[in-house]
């Protein structure tokens, strides 16, 4: 399963959340960032395909070299969740990224 490959790629190998975190904890994770008030929402092509993405801040652990920037992107036209993860830059990693297209937020993240 896609979420599972994706909690061992950036939970487990990358260690971009606490040590120890579950399936679940990741899980409800992403879920928080996507229901909270604050989180940002942009809009791009990338990849050929519409995304929309949520941006959000979580305390990231001591051991990860990345930013506390979450994002949760749902591939619009395929109809799925398509990842759950750190940026490393923080927003810039999104905002700079030259492969997304038409980026427009629909609600900037506070």
Do not use: K
Not at 24 to 50: E, F, K
Not at 94 to 106: F, H, Q, T
Request: net charge neutral; hydrophobic share 40%.
């Amino acid at each position: 399963e896609s979420a599972v490959r994706h909690y061992l790629e950036h939970a487990v190998v990358q260690e971009a959340w606490h040590l120890g975190v579950s399936f679940d904890d990741y899980l409800d994770d992403a879920r928080r960032v996507v229901r909270d008030r604050q989180t940002g929402i942009v809009a791009s092509r990338l990849h050929g395909r519409w995304h929309l993405s949520f941006l959000a801040r979580l305390e990231r652990p001591a051991a990860y070299g990345g930013s506390e920037w979450v994002l949760v992107a749902y591939d619009v036209q395929l109809g799925y969740w398509w990842t759950v993860h750190r940026l490393w830059r923080g927003l810039e990693e999104v905002v700079a990224d030259r492969r997304r297209e038409g980026l427009r937020w629909l609600r900037p993240p506070t």
